[in-house]
Nanobody, 126 residues
Framework: VQLQASGGGLVQAGDSLRLSCAGS????????RGWFRQAPGKEREFVAA????????AYADSVKGRFTVSRDNTRNTVYLQLSNLKPEDTGVYYC????????????????????WGRGTLVTVSS
């Protein structure tokens, strides 16, 4: 059971990208889905997450107002719209799922998530 991220690429600062995360081998309808990223030499960090219905979302402070997470349960897919990209957004973006909710600060650490598959590389040039 894995989630595969796609949609990355090489862009310039200020550009936009839309990442997709498709699930296979399982329906993830009832799970929180999260996006994380890992820059070279750094640990994997939380970016955004969305609950099963899409009614609740969470974002890292560094991406608030610029990134938007959404999901389509009919397609078993979660999306991350990246806007006004900055060089510090560069990294490999991964997606995962967790049975935790987003309440009380949950759903924001990588240790809560499973289903890590191949990530997608986003490179933002200045």
């Amino acid at each position: 059971v894995q989630l595969q991220a796609s949609g990355g690429g090489l862009v310039q600062a200020g550009d936009s990208l839309r990442l997709s995360c498709a699930g296979s081998g399982h329906t993830f309808r009832n799970y929180v889905r999260g996006w994380f990223r890992q820059a070279p030499g750094k640990e994997r960090e939380f970016v955004a997450a969305i609950n099963w219905s899409g009614s609740s979302t969470a974002y890292a402070d560094s991406v608030k107002g610029r990134f938007t997470v959404s999901r389509d349960n009919t397609r078993n897919t979660v999306y991350l719209q990246l806007s006004n990209l900055k060089p510090e957004d560069t990294g490999v973006y991964y997606c995962g799922f967790t049975p935790n909710s987003l309440r009380d600060g949950l759903g924001r650490t990588r240790y809560e998530y499973d289903g890590w598959g191949r990530g997608t590389l986003v490179t933002v040039s200045s």
